[in-house]
Structures are given as C-alpha cells and as structure tokens.
C-alpha cells in the first residue's frame, strides 16, 4: 500500500539567490498542495493516469507560485492554486464534486488568513464555480464565519461571483460511483475516489500564512451532511508564528520560532 497522488502535496520554495552567501538564506516564499486524501493499491492508477494528476497538481502549484513570485499575499495565492484544483473535474472539489444521495453536488470550502486570523467558509453551496473564492468572500464582504446552503447560494449571488447551471459540476465518473453505492450501498465503492478534498497553504514573503480547502464531500451523503473541510479549526486553520494546516492536522505553538521549512513540514504530515 502507499499513498496516491492524491495525498501526495507538492512543495514549491523559492529562496533569492544573489551569490554563495546567500545558500543558506530560508525561502522567501513557500507553497503547498494537495489534491485529495486516501490509500490505494499500488496498480490502482494506470500510467495515464498518474500522468495526468502530477501535471493538474503542477498547473496549480505554477499558478500559486506565480502570485507568491511577484509579491502577491498567501491568501491570494492559496485561493488561485484551490480555483485550478475546483476547475479541473479530476478533483473532488468544484466540477467533478462527487454526489449526494438524491443526486446533486454540494460544495464546501473554507480559507483563512494566519495575518489576522480572519476566516470564512461555506457549505452545500450548489450555484457557485469557484466555492473557494465565495469562502473567501465571506470573509471578506461579510460579519459571519460559515453560511450554508440556499442561504450561501443567496450571498454569492448578491456579491457578483460567478454562477453556473448545477450541471456543470457533474462528471460520468462521479455519476457512475454514485450509482455504484446505490446498489451496493457503500460495500464495493473505492474510498479513495468517493471522498477527498483538495487544499494549499502558502507563506508568502512578507511572512504571513494562509490555508484553504475545498471539496464535495462524500458520495451518497444525506439530510445536509458538513463535514470538517468548512469548519474553522478542523479542516483549516492558519495562524502567523505558529502553524498552518488542513485536511484534519492538529496545531500547537512551537517551541521555538519556525522556519518556513519547519511551517511546510507541519502541513505536509496531514
């Protein structure tokens, strides 16, 4: 058994080189993702695949770094790298979300800023193409933490965010694995393709943090079922000085102050 590319994050860090002394200088920025969580056969992808999961992970990770290289903020940068991720239908998050049981696609997301230790999320969200950037809206636009369902829909509509036809967020694949736990109730569906979630964090070069997940949770789920990744503390959490973390990684103060590479570390072990 291993781990799939699913669960494997990519690490980007970049460090300013301007001659020999600088070697040992800690990155100016770091970045890292992920694009789901499960455990597999090792024969379970075919080379094809595998092929095309590192290069949807790279266009994300390229996407991320390219904010993170001109200056932009962690916050930026995780939610450019979670919007590829919600774009591509390989990933269970945004188009190619998974199914509820009475088949539709609700989404959840959550970001928040280690700077301020501000954050937003939503749940069940079914209009929105990028559930990440609505997250992120809430945060921003409004007084609340976490909205859910018609009421989400309600705001991201009011706030201008790009809408789309439920359709769009449906794949055969996806439909096929519901259908499969319709007659086998869950027995003979793969977990490592029913569930997930996709993520990033980021530090960016003025040293702020900031975590974001998104996901459609779980095939079959029922009667509105949130799991962690909306939930402040338990599927995200950021905080300047301390850690960064997502998809369940507990955080405690360091004992000392941690490095870029000590901050990576402590988000890659979830």
Not at 39 to 66: C, F, K
Not at 203 to 212: E, F, I, S, V, W
Request: aromatic fraction near 6%.
């Amino acid at each position: 058994m291993f781990r799939s590319l699913l669960a494997i994050a990519f690490i980007t860090m970049m460090a300013e080189s301007a001659g020999a002394a600088d070697v040992a200088r800690p990155p100016t920025w770091s970045l890292a993702i992920h694009g789901g969580a499960g455990v597999i056969e090792r024969g379970a992808l075919t080379p094809e695949r595998e092929a095309a999961y590192r290069a949807s992970m790279q266009e994300a990770m390229d996407a991320g770094a390219a904010v993170l290289k001109r200056g932009g903020s962690s916050l930026e940068a995780v939610e450019t790298t979670i919007r590829v991720l919600e774009d591509d239908p390989l990933f269970n998050a945004g188009r190619g979300a998974v199914f509820t049981a009475d088949g539709r696609n609700e989404l959840d997301a959550s970001i928040m800023d280690g700077a301020s230790r501000r954050a937003g999320a939503v749940a069940g969200v079914t209009r929105t193409k990028n559930p990440i950037s609505l997250a992120r809206t809430v945060m921003e636009k409004s007084s609340h933490v976490l909205l859910a369902r018609e009421g989400a829909d309600q705001f991201s509509v009011e706030q201008g965010l790009e809408q789309v036809d439920p359709s769009y967020f449906r794949t055969e694949l996806r439909w096929q694995q519901l259908l499969d736990w319709r007659r086998d109730n869950v027995k003979l569906l793969d977990p490592t393709h029913s569930r997930g979630t996709v993520g990033a964090v980021a530090l960016d070069m003025n040293g702020h943090l900031a975590a974001g997940t998104s996901t459609g949770g779980m095939t079959g789920k029922r009667w509105g079922r949130i799991g962690d990744s909306p939930v402040i503390g338990a599927g995200t959490y950021a905080a300047d000085g301390l850690c960064s973390s997502y998809r369940r990684r507990a955080c405690r103060p360091p004992r000392t102050p941690p490095s870029p590479t000590s901050v990576e570390s402590a988000a890659m072990a979830g």
